[in-house]
Nanobody, 125 residues
Framework: QVQLVETGGASVQAGGSLRLSCKIS????????MGWFRQVLGKERERVGY????????NYARFVKDRFTISQNSAKDTMYLQMDSLEPEDSAIYYC??????????????????WGQGTQVTVSS
C-alpha cells in the first residue's frame, strides 16, 4: 500500500546539478526515516543518505563530500535530493526508500522496507 515515486533523473554534463524528488503515499508513519540509494548494474546498492522526517536530521555517505543535500517538504510528503558538482561516477539509478523506524534511521538497504521504482541519472564527462 505504501508507494514511493522518484522523479527528476536526467542526463547532465559533469559539474552540473540535478534535483530528485520522491513523494510517498499510503499508510506509513509520517515521522519515519526516508533515504536515498543508488545502484549501477552489476554492483550492490549503495547508500547515499537519509533524513529523519521527525527531526530533519540528515546523514550522508562519505562519497557525497558535501555535494548532495537531502531535504523534505513534510506537508507534501516529499523528499528531495539536491545533487551538485556531479561526476561521471555518480551515474546510477537512484532510489528512494522508507522505513517504519522513527527514532533511529537505518543504514543498510535491507533495513528499508519500501522502495520506489528508481530514476536514471547519467553524467557525461
Amino acid at each position: 500500500q505504501v508507494q514511493l515515486v522518484e522523479t527528476g533523473g536526467a542526463s547532465v554534463q559533469a559539474g552540473g546539478s540535478l534535483r530528485l524528488s520522491c513523494k510517498i503515499s499510503g499508510p506509513v508513519d509520517r515521522r519515519a526515516c526516508m533515504g536515498w540509494f543508488r545502484q549501477v548494474l552489476g554492483k550492490e546498492r549503495e547508500r547515499v543518505g537519509y533524513i529523519s522526517r521527525q527531526s530533519g536530521n540528515t546523514n550522508y555517505a562519505r562519497f557525497v563530500k558535501d555535494r548532495f543535500t537531502i531535504s523534505q517538504n513534510s506537508a507534501k510528503d516529499t523528499m528531495y535530493l539536491q545533487m551538485d558538482s556531479l561526476e561521471p561516477e555518480d551515474s546510477a539509478i537512484y532510489y528512494c526508500a522508507a522505513t517504519t523506524s522513527v527514532l533511529t534511521c537505518p543504514i543498510r538497504a535491507v533495513d528499508f522496507t519500501y522502495w520506489g521504482q528508481g530514476t536514471q541519472v547519467t553524467v557525461s564527462s
